[in-house]
């Protein structure tokens, strides 16, 4: 007879490769998104996609070779899924075919270097936003709210939410430019 503990307990092997996968994840998804979103107008779509390519790097994971960018291999996935998606919606007159989605894929991949320097110095520079500044932009931004909505949320007026989030763009900016500068220098 078999403990039920024991039939619940995940190898730690498994552990390692599901932290690993979302590690990876982590650090492809937005390259994997702005590929996406240049492809396909609908952000309900985009949406849609970025979590099928999601799940079919989580299916085939074990299948990826460890001496390949992940972003790469999640990219090929993401074209396969683009290429799909345009093939049921025959009737969209704007449709880019597979040499056109393999150029953009390898643009997007000269630039992930840089995307990655940008999205650490984003970090670091949004790790010094606090307080009800930090809480605006989350909800406009993280959650994709309206500026009304905000407003409301926070007894604000909708045009003192926008000149918030304009001085936290602008301070945001300014930073990331200064921790880009500083990185070169």
């Not at 320097?117 to 994709?144: P, S, T, W």
Request: hydrophobic share 40%.
């Amino acid at each position: 007879m078999t403990d039920s503990h024991d039939e619940n307990r995940t190898d730690p092997g498994d552990v390692a490769r599901m932290r690993e996968l979302a590690g990876a994840w982590v650090g492809a998804q937005a390259v994997i998104s702005a590929y996406v979103s240049a492809n396909v107008v609908d952000r309900h779509h985009v949406e849609d996609i970025v979590q099928e390519v999601a799940q079919v790097c989580a299916e085939k994971f074990h299948e990826f070779d460890r001496g390949r960018s992940f972003a790469s291999w999640a990219m090929g996935i993401a074209r396969h899924r683009i290429l799909k998606y345009y093939r049921t919606r025959t009737r969209d007159r704007l449709v880019l075919n597979e040499p056109a989605l393999e150029q953009l894929e390898a643009a997007l991949e000269r630039l992930e270097p840089a995307a990655e320097e940008r999205r650490d110095a984003l970090h670091n520079c949004m790790a010094k936003i606090q307080g009800r500044r930090r809480d605006v932009l989350q909800m406009r931004y993280g959650e994709d709210c309206r500026v009304a909505d905000v407003a409301v949320r926070f007894g604000m007026s909708a045009s003192a939410v926008s000149v918030m989030l304009h001085r936290v763009r602008t301070e945001l900016l300014e930073c990331i430019r200064r921790t880009l500068a500083q990185g070169r220098a």
